[in-house]
């Protein structure tokens, strides 16, 4: 079975400057790694993910992510935030085969708020 | 594209009734998968279906059952509400049982809040 532990359940940053919402994870077999986000009443929405390869993965809005194997940690972070970031944060993990690779374990979520 | 729409978005029930919940998924998906999101929590998994049966569940009771139609709809039941049901459910779809979610991707609804009193 996996786990995932967000750190930080609020991170309030001013705009314009940088933010790191942390993850780990706990797994005995290999996953994949995924940060979803959820805008006020609208459902998830992947913002990107792991599989294998480069540990450093980027989204088209600027956000990245870096897998750590020796940490099993998946960090998201942002150089410079903006206003319409204000959402909430999930980090995710699936196994990478059988059975447990169609499901997703979630944390509990990171409320980002970025104040003006 | 329509994406994920779940119905009704908000319910009240009361302790001990019955609720079925609606999904209709993204154009062109034929796999439907439920969670239970509970207040300050992530969320959780129930189970997925394909061509209308459950292929996997996660660690809740019978009480939760499901339902695929061949327009690749889905419900949740939940029998015997409980106080601790209240949540939001989110139903996410995507392409293809049998391509894990690192070669396909879930698509989530809005969700429906369920209220138990």
């Known amino acids: 079975a996996q786990s995932v532990t967000q750190l930080d359940s609020q991170v309030p940053v001013f705009e314009e400057a940088p933010v790191e919402l942390r993850c780990n994870y706990s797994?005995?077999?290999?996953?994949?790694l995924f940060w979803y986000v959820q805008y006020p009443n609208q459902g998830l929405q992947l913002l990107l993910k792991y599989l294998s390869g480069s540990t450093l993965v980027e989204s088209i809005n600027g956000f990245e992510a870096e897998f750590n194997k020796s940490q099993t940690s998946f960090h998201l972070r942002k150089p410079s935030v903006h206003i319409s970031d204000t959402a909430e944060y999930f980090c995710?993990?699936?196994?990478?085969?059988?059975?447990?690779?169609?499901?997703?374990?979630f944390g509990k979520g990171t409320k980002l708020s970025v104040i003006p | 594209d329509a994406g994920v729409t779940q119905s009704p978005t908000h319910l009240i029930k009361t302790r001990g009734q019955q609720v079925t919940l609606r999904c209709s998924p993204k154009?062109?998906?034929?796999?439907v998968s439920w969670y239970q999101q509970a207040l300050g929590q992530g969320p959780q998994f129930i189970f997925q279906y394909y061509e209308e049966e459950e292929r996997q569940r996660g660690n809740f009771p019978d009480r939760f059952s499901g339902h695929q139609f061949p327009n690749y709809s889905s419900e949740l039941n939940v029998n015997a509400l409980l106080l601790g049901d209240s949540a939001l459910y989110l139903c996410?779809?995507?392409?293809?049982?049998?391509?894990?979610?690192?070669?396909?991707?879930?698509?989530f609804g809005q969700g429906t809040r369920l209220t138990v009193v």
């Open positions: 797994s005995s077999v290999s996953v994949y």
């Open positions: 995710a993990v699936s196994e990478s085969s059988g059975a447990g690779s169609y499901q997703l374990t």
């Open positions: 154009s062109g998906h034929d796999t």
């Open positions: 996410a779809s995507s392409l293809g049982y049998g391509r894990n979610l690192g070669n396909t991707e879930a698509f």
